[in-house]
């Protein structure tokens, strides 16, 4: 239902087409986490600083709190949960588990997402270009290090085969396919 001011907008989430009426001011990351339900999208700082919001805006990494979702209209955008669908994990997200990258799990999203761009770019990344392309995601529990070497590994296992199966787009489709669920 329309309201004076509202506009609607239509994405794609996770292979899932979704539709929302929002203000001209709202976040792309309010309006998927208030209005779709993708709660796996974290709030962090709200500047654009931390890369906790990260999500892909057709296949490139953003900060939802910065991107307005009327500027998302049209596009694709795919949250952490679109890199497991069917609720497998995803292979770089299993080198995460197993080097202990994920401590609170609060920048573990943005991280994971902003590692797979990458390494749809430049499969076998240098540890400092992992570094640099990580540098808008903050880690406030660890540290860097098993981060690094999760990506590390990630990227070996591919290059060797046995990593990423899919080299894709990580969605898949989630929820009852309603597309709806922008009216509240």
Same mark, same amino acid.
């Given at each position: ?8 907008? &239509?994405?794609?989430? $996770?292979?899932?087409?979704?539709? /929302? ?23 962090? @700082?709200?500047?654009?600083? @931390?890369?906790? @919001? &990260?999500?892909? %805006? ?16 049209? !596009? *694709?955008?795919? &949250?952490? +949960?679109?890199? =497991? ?13 197993? $080097?202990?990258?994920?401590? !609170?799990?609060? @920048?573990?999203?943005?991280? %994971?997402?902003? /590692? ?9 990344? *240098? +540890?400092?270009?992992?570094? +640099?392309?990580?540098?808008? $995601?903050?880690? +406030? !529990?660890?540290?860097? *290090? ?9 990227? =070996?296992?591919?290059?060797?085969? *046995? ?16 597309? &709806?669920?922008?009216?509240?």
């Amino acid at each position: 239902m329309s309201d004076p001011g509202r506009q609607r907008v &239509t994405f794609t989430v $996770n292979g899932e087409d979704r539709d /929302a009426w929002v203000f001209p001011h709202d976040s792309l990351l309010d309006v998927l986490r208030d209005a779709l339900g993708h709660h796996e999208v974290r709030y962090g @700082c709200g500047e654009g600083v @931390c890369g906790t @919001c &990260t999500v892909l %805006l057709d296949g490139e990494p953003v900060s939802g709190c910065l991107l307005l979702a009327v500027q998302a209209d049209g !596009c *694709s955008i795919v &949250t952490v +949960r679109g890199l =497991a669908p069917g609720g497998d994990l995803h292979p770089l997200q299993a080198c995460f588990l197993r $080097n202990g990258a994920a401590q !609170c799990g609060f @920048c573990t999203p943005g991280m %994971l997402l902003t /590692a797979w761009a990458l390494l749809q770019r430049d499969p076998r990344p *240098s +540890r400092e270009r992992i570094r +640099r392309e990580l540098v808008g $995601n903050l880690c +406030r !529990c660890t540290g860097y *290090s098993k981060i690094l070497d999760a990506v590390e590994e990630h990227a =070996a296992q591919a290059a060797e085969g *046995s990593g990423e199966p899919r080299r894709g787009a990580p969605v898949g489709r989630e929820g009852s396919g309603e597309g &709806t669920g922008g009216d509240a």
